[in-house]
């Protein structure tokens, strides 16, 4: 096993795979495949780089908070708060660290670590008042990402040499203002998942010294929605809440071998389908005005990340099937 530290904000899901086929299919590739995997600490699919302005509080205080359009996101309730027609955008780049610590494993190879490249989350948001109580919105956002793309001969290529997830959302979004303290806003996000994943099987003894590549592509387009709730508590406090619902996604793509023990006639492409939920959130905050120059935020995000213990990749070789 390789003892992984994990230095920064993010952290991964458990990759792998399942293979149905023949039982010499079994015994040679699909129980060393259930090795392909990329693991890490506990909420390393959320990003928090959505917004130019929430980047300038830490991102505190966004679900109570309608600094820009970017409020499309952080809240949609506050929307209703933005009195003219308004246009944000940018990008965010992100520089993780990784450390590998405490390797101990029988297979040969290097553990560099840092195995996160300089990462770029653009986004873009527009809003403009329909009328004195409605207003619309649209936004283009990065809520989920992950990579990790680890140096050639890597120790731990038997459990994942490289893995990227991303999820690019657009949202359009309608608020409504109640009354002069109270605005409720929501929408539907149409979700486009694109995943890659790759690792090596230890089949040297079989193959010449060689080991086995692994490559697994899949994506898929789904429905989900983001409500919020936005209350001026008094001229100086106001209470946010934001509801971010779960996606169900239904991944297709295919699974590549190559260079595996000529023997097995593994080589070529293979169908394959994925299954995932990526998790509800709730962000509320409260925002407090100090005087002009001073201001306040409070708050907390909740995520249900036992919806996603791992992914898990079904490969369709053949018509003959059998349980792993």
């Not at 936004?139 to 040499?161: A, K, M, W």
């Not at 995943?195 to 090596?200: C, T």
Request: net charge positive.
């Amino acid at each position: 096993m390789i003892a992984q530290k994990v230095v920064m904000s993010r952290a991964a899901a458990l990759f792998g795979v399942k293979a149905v086929n023949k039982i010499i299919l079994q015994s040679t590739f699909a129980l060393t495949t259930c090795a392909l995997c990329t693991t890490a600490v506990a909420n390393g699919l959320a990003l928090n780089e959505q917004s130019a302005s929430g980047a300038g509080t830490a991102y505190a205080g966004r679900a109570s908070t309608a600094l820009d359009a970017s409020t499309v996101y952080g809240n949609p309730a506050g929307l209703s708060k933005l009195k003219r027609t308004e246009v944000s955008g940018g990008f965010a780049i992100v520089s993780p660290k990784v450390n590998i610590s405490d390797a101990q494993s029988s297979a040969s190879g290097s553990n560099k670590g840092d195995s996160v490249p300089l990462v770029k989350v653009p986004f873009g948001y527009f809003s403009t008042p329909i009328n004195q109580d409605l207003t619309f919105g649209m936004g283009i956002y990065v809520p989920q990402g992950l990579i990790n793309d680890y140096e050639s001969g890597f120790q731990g290529r038997y459990h994942g040499t490289y893995s990227k997830v991303q999820v690019i959302t657009l949202q359009p979004t309608l608020a409504y203002r109640i009354n002069e303290r109270v605005t409720i806003g929501g929408g539907p996000t149409i979700n486009r998942i694109d995943g890659k994943l790759q690792n090596d099987l230890a089949t040297g003894a079989l193959n010449a010294g060689k080991d086995t590549h692994i490559t697994i592509k899949a994506d898929d387009i789904a429905l989900g929605y983001n409500l919020g709730l936005m209350v001026d508590l008094s001229d100086a406090t106001t209470w946010g809440i934001t509801y971010h619902s779960k996606v169900d996604y239904h991944l297709k793509g295919h699974t590549e071998v190559s260079d595996s023990p000529g023997a097995f006639g593994l080589d070529g492409k293979y169908k394959t389908s994925m299954d995932a939920t990526l998790p509800e959130s709730i962000d509320t905050s409260f925002t407090h005005r100090f005087n002009e120059r001073w201001t306040g935020y409070l708050g907390t995000t909740w995520t249900r990340w036992s919806r996603l213990p791992k992914l898990e990749a079904n490969i369709r070789v053949c018509h003959h099937s059998v349980s792993n």
